[in-house]
């Protein structure tokens, strides 16, 4: 008669149960542990009689920040290079504020954002909140015809211009609040003056094509650092923001940019399960800058999920700070009278 060993075959049963469970279980504690984690937006400020100019705001984190700024009963302009018609009627039909208007404005283009600055300036008595959001991974070795790469003119250079030619609004309607959209990759970056603008006779691959997008981002952040030093006596604040591993249209091209698809594709949904927000969840750290009174008098930080948080090593070297604002300064051709 065979003899079975019940207790055998219970302990392989619990061990595969363990092996197969423990991950899932693993996928969802880190799940829970990103929900619980993410800031939130918990402000009830009214912004009724301010003015906001939102740049890449046709979707995404703009579009999100455009709401929430808008429901809030602000004069919201939605800046970006394609028409905002109907994302400005998705927000009129959303919040019932009309009060909400359509720019075009290409920061691959030098004299489209003069251009924009102009007609704001001639345009509009106040500009109280200025959100440089847009951002952009472009496919190769690509310039613009002002000799900028791509990647780097509509990520740095065209918000450097923009905000030095709003800067005397932004002095007139102070206190006012300017706000650079950056990423957690400017910590991987090797940003230096040479390197700022990319060469037009130099091969990408595509780990070089996302160091650069890694260079902007650290741009972004000194930037944000050099205006918040430059106007804090004109009761201007600048600060710089990590929005989260966000689901949006950036991320998910860059699978796209070598013609990965299906492998690319599956991590990309794998990390988004574990670490992934929501556009609506990715904006909640630019709408909590552009409104709260918590943060109303700092200026020249950084944040990430609402809170203050450390800046790349290099943003805290003032040399390499005062070259990247100089070389900047050059590049996009900044008049005389036009700095800060």
Same mark, same amino acid.
């Given at each position: 008669?065979i003899? +079975?060993?019940y207790?055998? +075959?219970l302990?392989?049963?619990?061990?595969? @149960?363990?092996t197969?469970?423990?991950?899932?279980?693993?996928?969802?504690?880190?799940?829970?542990f990103q929900?619980?984690s993410?800031g939130?937006?918990?402000?009830l400020v009214c912004?009724?009689?301010?003015?906001? &100019?939102?740049?890449g705001a046709?979707?995404?984190?703009?579009?999100?920040?455009a709401?929430a700024?808008?429901s809030?009963?602000?004069?919201?302009?939605?800046a970006?290079r394609?028409d905002?018609?109907k994302?400005?009627a998705?927000i009129?039909?959303?919040?019932?504020n009309?009060?909400?208007?359509?720019k075009?404005?290409d920061?691959?283009?030098?004299?489209?954002?003069r251009?924009?600055a102009k007609?704001?300036?001639a345009?509009?008595?106040? !500009?109280?909140i200025?959100?440089?959001?847009t951002g952009?991974?472009s496919?190769?070795?690509?310039?613009t015809d002002?000799?900028?790469?791509?990647?780097?003119?509509?990520?740095?250079?065209?918000?450097f211009?923009?905000?030095h030619?709003?800067?005397?609004? !932004?002095?007139?309607s102070?206190p006012s609040? &300017?706000?650079f959209v950056?990423?957690?990759l400017?910590?991987?970056?090797?940003?230096t003056v040479?390197?700022?603008n990319h060469p037009?006779d130099h091969p !990408?691959?595509l780990?070089?094509?996302?160091l650069? +997008?890694?260079?902007?981002k650290?741009?972004?952040?000194?930037?944000a650092?050099g205006f918040?030093?430059r106007l804090k006596a004109?009761g201007v604040?600048c600060?710089?923001?990590h929005p989260?591993m @966000?689901n949006n249209e950036?991320?998910?091209?860059v699978a796209k940019l070598?013609?990965?698809k299906?492998i690319?594709r599956?991590v990309r949904?794998i990390f988004?399960?574990? +670490?992934?927000k929501? @556009?609506?969840?990715?904006?909640?750290t630019t709408?909590?800058l552009?409104?709260?009174?918590k943060?109303?008098d700092?200026?020249?930080?950084?944040?990430?999920?609402c809170r203050?948080?450390?800046?790349p090593?290099?943003?805290?070297?003032?040399?390499?700070?005062d070259?990247?604002?100089?070389?900047?300064?050059? !590049?996009?051709?900044l008049?005389?009278?036009e700095?800060?």
């Amino acid at each position: 008669m065979i003899q +079975y060993n019940y207790a055998t +075959y219970l302990k392989y049963i619990a061990f595969a @149960v363990i092996t197969v469970l423990l991950p899932f279980i693993s996928l969802i504690a880190l799940k829970i542990f990103q929900k619980f984690s993410a800031g939130k937006v918990k402000s009830l400020v009214c912004l009724a009689g301010k003015t906001a &100019i939102i740049t890449g705001a046709r979707r995404g984190i703009g579009y999100e920040t455009a709401l929430a700024l808008a429901s809030r009963g602000c004069r919201v302009i939605l800046a970006d290079r394609k028409d905002t018609t109907k994302t400005k009627a998705r927000i009129v039909a959303l919040t019932n504020n009309e009060n909400i208007e359509t720019k075009i404005l290409d920061l691959t283009s030098l004299q489209s954002v003069r251009k924009f600055a102009k007609e704001i300036i001639a345009t509009e008595e106040r !500009l109280d909140i200025l959100i440089n959001n847009t951002g952009t991974l472009s496919k190769g070795n690509k310039h613009t015809d002002d000799g900028l790469h791509s990647t780097m003119q509509v990520n740095h250079f065209g918000p450097f211009l923009l905000t030095h030619l709003l800067a005397g609004l !932004l002095k007139k309607s102070a206190p006012s609040r &300017i706000i650079f959209v950056s990423s957690a990759l400017a910590f991987c970056s090797n940003l230096t003056v040479d390197s700022l603008n990319h060469p037009k006779d130099h091969p !990408l691959s595509l780990f070089r094509q996302i160091l650069i +997008y890694s260079n902007s981002k650290l741009a972004n952040i000194v930037a944000a650092n050099g205006f918040a030093e430059r106007l804090k006596a004109d009761g201007v604040t600048c600060n710089s923001l990590h929005p989260g591993m @966000v689901n949006n249209e950036l991320f998910r091209n860059v699978a796209k940019l070598d013609g990965l698809k299906t492998i690319p594709r599956l991590v990309r949904y794998i990390f988004l399960f574990i +670490y992934g927000k929501s @556009v609506e969840q990715g904006a909640q750290t630019t709408i909590q800058l552009a409104l709260s009174n918590k943060v109303k008098d700092l200026t020249g930080k950084h944040f990430w999920d609402c809170r203050v948080f450390p800046q790349p090593p290099k943003a805290w070297n003032k040399k390499f700070c005062d070259d990247i604002w100089e070389k900047s300064e050059s !590049l996009v051709q900044l008049k005389p009278e036009e700095k800060i």
